[in-house]
């Protein structure tokens, strides 16, 4: 394997399988990091050897120890690092001498304090190129692998996490202790648990290659407080799904932090830099949860349990209450509770009593023994009508825990639909609750949760099966002449395009724009107007006259030529007589704009995940309702669809509530040609299209008016 | 206190401070109901005597046992009833002959089970009445009260639960048993427990009246399926709030059940029975909770900590990310973060490391011990700038958890200001969570509850400063004219009111229609012009037609008296040349309607809570975003802002983003009749005002459409 990828991924290979390990500042005074870190890898008993560094002390653990880490006379693999910050340049450089090319640099005191720490970082980044080590933190919790053929703890970590298969990455390492403390409470288990710390080499998106490729590697966690570069971290995550099918669950904090600053144009106020975010997550099938406890709600369901077939579930209940809440959470979540099969109820209805529901949800009623039970799990699980079961219990005076909870587990182990339960309640449930977490049936103190982490294990198979592909560019644009405009604009030190070059951009890109002349006599205006057609609206052309309107300088609804050449004279009679200084370039004449739907199409380039395409219906939609979207481009087939249907008001372009069916067509193409000029033209820093006015369908759309700021 | 209550409010009494309890149907055979129930009482020690009843057993648990209850030679005050369903009556008519007067009835078999249970049901609850028997039950889990003079624990839960100060009352047994050991491994303690089964007699409400003064009750909880009396409900707990400052919480399930139906009026289609049940939760200042561990996290808060004085919270913690999570959290939740004082941030700098943040959110880094805790948790509640904290925990190596948590604990003691904590993770964490949970110091799994938490009790601060008035009824309304109308019809069957006897109900109520008037002559057209003043609109008025545009028999605009009187010869002209054989009952005169806001204004009668109404924008945001708010009426001074205000389309009518400002004293007048016309007339079973259109300020607004179901 180690023959054809980056040196970088053979690197981390090399951090996570070390056959031979040097502690570089390792001590004996227990308590803290430098302590603690040696007495952890012996502890996790490390199938390797563990060479102490520190020039102050002989042995350390019992263990021979070198002053310097040149003085081994063996070869190592991985360098665990936790001197002072202060000397760390000299400790990684004879690392470098030595030939190690893993470090994990879990000491403190580096961009993170500012000063004299940044330069510290800097410093020893440089080192790190210069040798070609790939190196892990610094300011970090450490490295751990559960792999039985390693068992590395390489952190000052309380505990190593049981062996499992889910890989956890996270940027926060005091989060990591409380996540290890909680899995481990839970049976959750780890293949691979990175605290990246200042990740100034080794980051997620290098790990999520990484682990793209690990056997033990089933599902990959991120907790992320700021993102350096979103491009990459996109791509990374979309390779690793769509690639392997390997789910990848992220927490990114900061949410409300977005969008506070004032910004020039509709797109660049609602383009928070968490909508971003949460698009380009999205965009990459990254499954975005709010807290730990979304996250491995929903880890635990893909982990242990199969993706679901279909979206039909049951729900099998000791008690009504919870049941109906579990029905409503299920239906809320988009999930459906179909009537079980004939066979079903009527193995039910011999099997249990009068009272109970055999429906679905199937209570059981609270008197229910593990019999009960048995029998409604496995009925329910043969029947073809549903997808998945969720299982709810609540502690009666004569309900079989722990039986039921190994029947469960037994069952379970029978099919290959996912089951889910929820044993509510805690202490007296407890040795249920642990009976199911070692036999990897997902549990939830919550019966609601159940439902939720189900939709998202099938949301997550359904978008497996989307294939996204990248859409043909169009071929009649005009990249050059967009770029020349642009270039200008910025060398006369423009922050904004004025409307005419601003609609020449996108006539540049071949946009629907409305078309127009400027006429300069009667007879001109008559034929540009024969030019354009009618209906018509004419304009003086004046920089002298800001209120057009009022000095009767606009004339409407134009349909004939005659009346395209009175026009001409009325208004230039009108302006003469009412403002008789005014010099006038010309008549300005253009289509009027047939009635459609408005929409606004907006573009901002985000500075960690490029340029971010919006879309939402316009005025009150957007003002009131944010009711918008937001992809990354460049957009796929399938973005330019959801870019569109995930606003609630796409259903008045679709011809909902007796409204007229609108150019969707016509839209998705702008979308796209907008995409287009986004990706080339990277002078651009906002846009907004407001509006573009959708027409009936098969009419196409037009551009109203358009802003683009530099 | 007994002398001056209501003799169902003494019943329960009786119920909950028994001196004697008789157990009717108790046996020896544990691990079944009638065997556990009476080793529950005994177990709890109760503070008093128990007698047996049953005619097959000489003694239970060692005590001698009574063939009949009539047979006991004492005075009784509980009977507990575990017969089956089938001899319930008789047992119940000897507590009667005994002089019993309160009871709780554990068996099921009654209305739940539909047939012959419907029946016994109605013959026990028959019986009660004869002899003034107070009864909880049938089918339930039974009762608890924790005071130490009882000690009393008529159920057939596992375990009692520990002393404490919320009173909880679930419809679902079977709930309660996972409610008990929720609570109790988080030592949440209860003041009464009772499980009301079918409440076929005592119910949610008549237990809120108990409650209410309940010395050793500070909070209720309620677990409800279906509402019978929403009106009592919210009129009940209403009263509790507002007398006594209790908070009500409650679950109520079945969500997404509602509205599902086909409606006749837009208002009929919104408001399903869940929106109403939401709207009076709110109206009556009930906290609605989806599951149970909100509906515990924010009792915990109610319970254990002062109501907070403000909405400014710190937030102090050894972990950055949680801090930044929790961050978001708050801000989500209204809360503000404000900065800390110079004389805070003097002692935190002094005495924290130089690496700590010293701000809010205050970050004592991952290796702080208890002091460093001790000193940012008192100098931080000692700033007079912040109203709470939140104490965030992850546990690094040298973490003192236990410690700290009783530093936490001991701080607490010394403030009156709410500390609220989240130590992360679960295993390790454990014991200084017990502790923290021992002292009363609310503590959450998820940092981020802590702020919802928080919310919830600084909303509910607010609100009991909250003085609603009810509104003055209009004196300008005729109700027996409008009464008289709605009786006609239903008398000649009509399921609907035509729109001319729809606009007479709201002329009876003086709500602001577009004055209009019928001409039979042109002169006659004049003169009603000239009472209306104009512009004006004049209609053919003919039931032979149809299309009355396209005849010309419309005419907008009208401004003078010469252009009423030409108008109606052009409109007679026009039509007796296109339609000669129409028959013509006049021409209709009316105001046009002047440009405005429209708005939609709804009633509805919920068959529990009595007539709701329905507030919002008219057009697309009733119909794409469902932006309405509901109230019960009559609304009280506080109601009718609130249902404006609820509604986010609302602050266009206020003039938000450059639009004219409404008149908002106008439709706050149109819904207070409304909620007036609700109440006094019972016939109307839907109402639709589509659209009110609301003018510019002070200049009033107008019913342009109004549908009446019946």
Known sequence: MLNDVPDKIKNIERIFYPQSIAVLGANNVKGTVPGDILTNILKAQFKGIVYPVNPRERHISSIKTYKYVIDIEDPVDLAVIVYPSSVMHMALEQCGQKGIKGA???????????????????????????????????????????????????????????????????QSGALCTAVLDYARAKHIGFSKFVSIGNKADVSEVDLLYYLKDDPKTKVILLYLEEISD???????????????????????????????????????????????????????????????????????????????????????????????????????????????????????????????????PVDVIGDARADRYNVAVSSVLKDDNIDGVFIILTPQSMTEIESIAHE??????????????????????????????????????????????????????????????????????????????????????????????????????????????????????????????????????????????????????????????????????????????????????????????????GLKRDPSFGPVIMFGLGGIFVEIYKDVSFRIAPLDNISVNKLITETKASEILSGARGRIPRDIKSLKECILRLSQLAVDCPQIKELDINPLIILEDGKGSFVADTKIML
């Open 408 to 601: 469960i587990s037994r069952i379970s182990s029978l099919f290959t639909k996912p089951i889910y339960t929820s044993f509510m309640g805690e202490a007296d449930v407890a040795p249920g609750i642990d009976i199911l977490q070692r036999n990897k049936i997902p549990h939830y103190i919550l019966p609601e949760s159940m439902p939720e982490a189900f939709a998202a294990t099938y949301k997550f198979g359904k978008r497996l099966e989307e294939k996204p592909e990248p859409v043909e560019p169009f071929k009649d644009v005009d990249i050059e002449k967009a770029n020349s405009i642009l270039n200008e604009a910025i060398a006369h030190g423009k922050k904004y395009l004025p409307e005419e070059e601003a609609a020449k951009i996108l006539e540049a890109y071949n946009f629907p724009l409305l078309k127009s002349g400027l006429a300069t006599s009667p007879d001109e205006a008559v034929k540009i107007s024969e030019e354009l057609g009618y209906p018509l609206v004419m304009k003086i052309m004046s920089d002298d006259i800001v209120h057009k309107f009022d000095l009767g300088g606009v004339i409407l609804d134009i349909k004939t030529k005659v009346e395209a050449f009175d026009a001409y004279n009325r208004i230039i009679d009108n302006v003469k007589k009412l403002k008789p200084d005014a010099r006038i370039k010309g008549i300005y004449v253009r289509k009027m704009i047939p009635p459609g739907e408005e929409v606004i199409l």
């Open 230 to 360: 979103g491009l990459d971290l996109v791509k990374a995550a979309k390779t690793v799904i769509e690639k392997t099918g390997k789910p990848v669950l992220a927490i990114k904090s900061g949410r409300t932090h977005a969008g506070a600053s004032a910004a020039a144009s509709h797109t660049g106020s609602l383009a928070g830099s968490d909508e971003t975010c949460d698009a380009a997550f999205k965009q990459a099938g990254i499954i975005r949860c709010d807290d730990i406890e979304e996250m491995f709600n929903k880890a635990i369901a893909f982990t242990y349990q199969p993706l679901p077939k279909g979206k039909r579930v049951a729900i099998i209940t000791n008690a009504g209450g919870p049941g109906v809440l579990t029905t409503d959470a299920s239906i809320r979540c988009g999930l459906e509770l179909p009537k079980l099969k004939p066979e079903t109820t009527e193995i039910l209805k011999k099997s249990l009593p009068k009272t109970a529901n055999i429906n679905n």
């Open 104 to 170: 994990v640099i879990i000491s403190a005191g580096f961009k993170e304090v500012g000063g004299q720490g940044i330069e510290r970082e800097e410093q020893i980044k440089e080192i790190a190129h210069k040798f070609g080590i790939s190196f892990i933190g610094p300011n970090c919790l450490g490295v751990i692998n559960t792999d039985p053929a390693v068992m590395l703890d390489a952190s000052f970590a309380r505990k190593m996490p049981e062996e499992g298969n889910i890989g956890f990455i996270s």
